[in-house]
């Protein structure tokens, strides 16, 4: 069974770094992209960027570029998601997401969020 | 970045009712769409991908057509389970979503 597990709740203070988590298992992880989805507090989603674990390839949504960092480390099949300085606009729940790809693009597997809270 | 509209916002049926939801793109993008239901505080689930094919586990009810810049997502048949919000995206890079559709009970 495939299944992305996400590091628990986070509350931070602004200026404050993060890395959250998101373990991929029951599948390759090294032969799928995956992504992360932010959505703020009421709002829609909102796509930030892709890792392809293989070999570290990362792409990032013109709107998050420079704003977080995306890693992984294939060894122990986990995908990051980090902060240097957070903002209180940075308070969101946060998704991992595998990207299956080929013929067809779409997001088939969603972990179960990560809810960041910026708060001083 | 190609944008996608969604429309209605809001939406309220009841039990038993066909509804659709629109979504456009600002260009075109082939079938690269997929189609999310988000029940509240839950993530996401994947119903549609490439347009119009139902991902497994799905029910039947749920059907996409479109292709270009106009999709639609059909509810043959409201269940009381479908109450929720519905996102489109589109798999063209930067991917972006609509800004959802909540389907509310009448």
């Known amino acids: 069974e495939v299944q992305l597990v996400q590091s628990g709740a986070e509350v931070k203070k602004p200026g404050e770094s993060l890395k959250i988590s998101c373990k991929g298992s029951g599948y390759s992880f090294t032969s799928y992209w995956i992504g992360w989805v932010r959505q703020m507090p009421g709002k829609g989603l909102e796509w930030m960027g892709i890792i392809y674990p293989g070999d570290s390839d990362t792409r990032y949504s013109p709107s998050f570029q420079g704003q977080v960092t995306i890693s992984a480390d294939k060894s122990i099949s986990t995908a990051y998601l980090q902060w240097s300085s957070l903002k209180a606009s940075d308070t969101a729940m946060y998704y991992c997401?595998?990207?299956?790809?080929?013929?067809?693009?779409?997001?088939?597997?969603w972990g179960q969020g990560t809810l960041v809270t910026v708060s001083s | 970045a190609i944008q996608l509209t969604q429309s209605p916002s809001s939406l309220s049926a009841s039990v038993g009712d066909r509804v659709t939801i629109t979504c456009r793109a600002s260009?075109?993008?082939?079938?690269?769409l997929a189609w999310y239901q988000q029940k509240p505080g839950k993530a996401p689930k994947l119903l549609i991908y490439d347009a119009s094919s139902l991902e497994s586990g799905v029910p039947s009810r749920f059907s996409g057509s479109g292709s270009g810049t106009d999709f639609t997502l059909t509810i043959s048949s409201l269940q009381p389970e479908d109450f929720a919000t519905y996102y489109c995206?589109?798999?063209?890079?930067?991917?972006?979503f609509g800004q959802g559709t909540k389907l509310e009970i009448k």
């Open positions: 997401v595998r990207l299956r790809t080929g013929d067809s693009h779409y997001f088939d597997y």
């Open positions: 995206q589109q798999f063209n890079s930067p991917y972006t």
């Open positions: 260009q075109g993008i082939s079938s690269a």
